[in-house]
């Protein structure tokens, strides 16, 4: 007896323990609940003399390391169970299959810039450009760059250096992380008149302030944000009225009008609506990889790609080929996410749901994300588990990312290809074995803490 008594005297406090370099290096990984609840399972072994006092930092480690291994070095395919289609943090739009595909041939010697047939040099990325040109008829060219904002920095620069861009004050927006559209186009010694206010821009105000300076007008889809109540500015058609040189920024990149997203612009009607010049990113709605898409009047798109900055925003083969690929299928993941049938996802949600001990059912709203479709709630389920799976999740392989809601963890089951429901289930059936990661052991504390 007393040698059970000097035993659990030696061991080691939790609040020492919890203090101890690698398991508070375990904490920032995992969240605090499964170290306690590691911590705790230890002391207890060592209670009953399964284990020796000092070896109880150890133990716990032991049961930690196979969650705490530090993801290995380089990116990591994650399932997005956050029911967000287009998560910046994960990466915006998966590629489909025929994307994939796509970039997989293209890693080595590739026909980028290449005439296979004539054996001489042949036009960079012509043929993701004829793609391109056939999903959008109303351009008459088209050009690729590294990302939507260098296709607006590349369309200031070639059509309005040393001149004036007239922009609505309530266009002048931040894009995200501290970057703001009108800090890059003063970058390329354009400078910004803005017409209107906040809220309210006419057509009157764009050619009240035309002068001879103005190059162009400058539209920008405000992506990320919603003026409601009194407000507006004018249509690409009203705009193009003024007769000045209309260049608009769509920035999600949606070739065609989707009712899915009724707010966002599309290409092809931006420019039936009179724009000589369309920008978009390549990895927002429509679905492909980062690039920025260029399209419209050929004299106008033939400026931007003799410009010297043309050249230092090049887009890369990978890129092309995905980009390419994405556009010739008209069919991606993003799209697949974006109308996903509800009660489908209920299905798969309820068989989901019945594998799992503790999980239940429950709405779920996903968004588009990635700057686009805002205020667009996408009416959907989810599984919910316990929170504290959220972290051993995340580190899991493969790693599941949810959304913790409500002091539950949400598992959108929108973004996660149908095939890939069984790994989600084994994801988390692996998470639920690590202790406190189902919530039915000693750690009362919850996770997270600090
Ligand atoms: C997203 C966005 C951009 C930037 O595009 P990237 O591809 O992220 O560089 C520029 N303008 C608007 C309106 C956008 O929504």
């Not at 290409?267 to 927002?284: E, I, M, Q």
Request: charged content about 20%; some cysteine.
């Amino acid at each position: 007896m007393t040698g059970a008594v000097d035993r659990r005297r030696d061991i080691p406090r939790t609040d020492a323990l919890l203090a101890d370099p690698r398991l508070v290096a375990a904490a920032r990984h995992l969240g605090r609940g499964p170290v306690k609840a590691a911590v705790t399972a230890a002391q207890q072994e060592a209670r009953r003399g399964g284990i020796a006092p000092q070896d109880v930092a150890a133990a716990a480690l032991t049961t930690l390391a196979a969650l705490a291994a530090e993801p290995a070095p380089g990116v990591h395919a994650v399932l997005n169970a956050t029911g967000v289609v287009l998560h910046t943090n994960l990466g915006r739009a998966p590629l489909s299959a025929a994307a994939r595909a796509a970039v997989q041939e293209a890693t080595g010697y590739v026909d980028v810039e290449f005439d296979l047939a004539g054996g001489r040099r042949a036009r960079r990325g012509r043929t993701a450009l004829e793609a391109l040109l056939a999903a959008v008829p109303e351009a008459e060219a088209a050009l690729v760059v590294n990302n939507g904002a260098a296709a607006l920095l590349l369309a200031v620069s070639a059509l309005a250096a040393g001149r004036t861009v007239l922009v609505s004050r309530g266009e002048l927006v931040e894009i995200g992380d501290g970057f703001r559209l009108p800090d890059l186009i003063e970058t390329t010694g354009a400078r910004i008149r803005e017409v209107g206010t906040t809220n309210c821009t006419t057509v009157a105000d764009y050619t009240d302030a035309a002068d001879e300076s103005v190059a162009c007008l400058l539209k920008i889809h405000p992506s990320n944000f919603r003026v409601v109540g009194f407000g507006g500015t004018p249509s690409t058609a009203e705009l193009a009225t003024t007769g000045l040189p209309l260049v608009v920024d769509i920035g999600s990149g949606l070739l065609s009008p989707d009712p899915a997203v009724p707010d966002e612009m599309d290409a092809r009607s931006t420019l039936r609506d009179g724009a000589a010049l369309v920008t978009g990113s390549g990895d927002k709605l429509l679905g492909g990889p980062q690039a920025g898409i260029v399209l419209g009047r050929a004299d106008v798109v033939e400026r931007l790609r003799r410009h010297p900055v043309a050249r230092a925003v090049r887009a890369d083969k990978l890129s092309l080929a995905a980009l390419e690929a994405t556009v010739r299928a008209g069919h991606t993941p993003t799209l697949d996410a974006l109308h996903a049938d509800p009660a489908q996802l209920r299905r798969r949600c309820e068989a989901l749901a019945g594998r799992l001990p503790g999980a239940a059912v429950v709405p779920s709203d996903g968004a588009v994300g990635g700057g686009s479709g805002t205020g667009v709630v996408l009416p959907g389920w989810a599984v919910a588990v316990d929170e504290r799976l959220a972290g051993p999740l995340r580190c899991g392989t493969p790693p599941v990312v949810g959304r913790v809601a409500g002091g539950r963890l949400l598992l959108d089951l929108r973004c996660v290809p149908p095939d890939r429901d069984d790994d989600v289930a084994r994801a988390v059936a692996a998470a639920q074995a690590v202790p406190g990661g189902d919530g039915r052991s000693a750690d009362a504390t919850g996770p997270e803490q600090a």
